[in-house]
């Protein structure tokens, strides 16, 4: 793996963990950090990767957004690190080939709370929260927030969260439909684990193309879906796997996936 400065990533058994590294500052999110993310989501697949854990180092998942002046802080126009940094890399995590499970714990917080959401599945300590915390500085949610939240929660919730500005606790998350997992903090690791495993074990070639699709459904008419959905069926169809899974089938035996 690539020696990087503010993330560690590692690879075993098929599972790449991505880990947020600036625990001094509850992993305060630059856009130079949010850019090594991005390098890594797409570099471990070639190192045998079919999954992903994105954690954070310390007693957060991620605070937000780096406002420390001393370490360069938010320009006025904040709109042109959005544009120049923050905006295409979570489009490139979204758009990712793997399946992504996010393990969070302590803070997920501002823009650390998008990253989180970017992921196909949340895994949460019982001790963590949620936080769109703009509203506190006089800044709107950024980072596709205002586009995940109603989705997953509705608007009347999305609001709350976002015009509040208040925590949301992982439990009340899980009991929204925010999140797929409130866990134990013991917990954590192993369950966020046993979950990758199994997405690692699984066609990758298919749960690319289901994470991609379902991200483009919810804005496409019904058409454009079936559309989108022949188009991905093609594709997954032209995989080992899919040979695999329908010899295995047919044999009345488990399939074993290659990620082809």
């Known amino acids: 793996m690539s020696d990087y400065r503010y993330i560690t990533a590692t690879i075993e058994d098929g599972v790449a963990t991505i880990t947020l590294n600036r625990p001094e500052s509850l992993n305060a999110l630059m856009p130079e950090m949010l850019d090594e993310v991005v390098e890594a989501v797409y570099a471990v697949p070639e190192q045998g990767a079919r999954a992903i854990i994105l954690t954070g180092a310390g007693r957060g998942f991620c605070s937000g957004t780096d406002l420390d002046a001393k370490r360069g802080g938010l320009p006025k126009d904040v709109g042109a690190i959005l544009e120049h940094h923050y905006n295409p890399a979570l489009e490139k995590i979204m758009d990712a080939p793997l399946p992504m499970v996010a393990a969070v714990h302590g803070a997920v917080a501002g823009i650390g709370c998008s990253l989180a959401l970017a992921c196909d599945f949340v ?92 991200t483009q459904a919810m804005e496409f008419t019904f058409p454009q879906t079936l559309a989108m959905e022949r188009r991905n069926q093609r594709d997954a169809g032209h995989s080992a796997d899919f040979a695999e899974g329908v010899q295995a089938f047919l044999t009345k035996r488990p399939a074993t996936f290659e990620g082809q």
């Open 123 to 214: 895994v949460a300590a019982r001790s963590s929260y949620f936080l769109q915390a703009f509203i506190n500085i006089g800044l709107v949610p950024d980072g596709g927030a205002t586009w995940m939240l109603p989705r997953l929660i509705g608007r009347a919730r999305a609001i709350e969260m976002m015009m509040l500005g208040e925590r949301v606790p992982a439990e009340k998350a899980e009991s929204w439909g925010l999140i797929h997992k409130c866990v134990d903090d013991e917990e954590l690791g192993s369950q966020a684990r046993a979950l990758a495993l199994r997405l690692s074990q699984a066609p990758t070639v298919a749960l690319g193309l289901i994470r991609k699709g379902v």
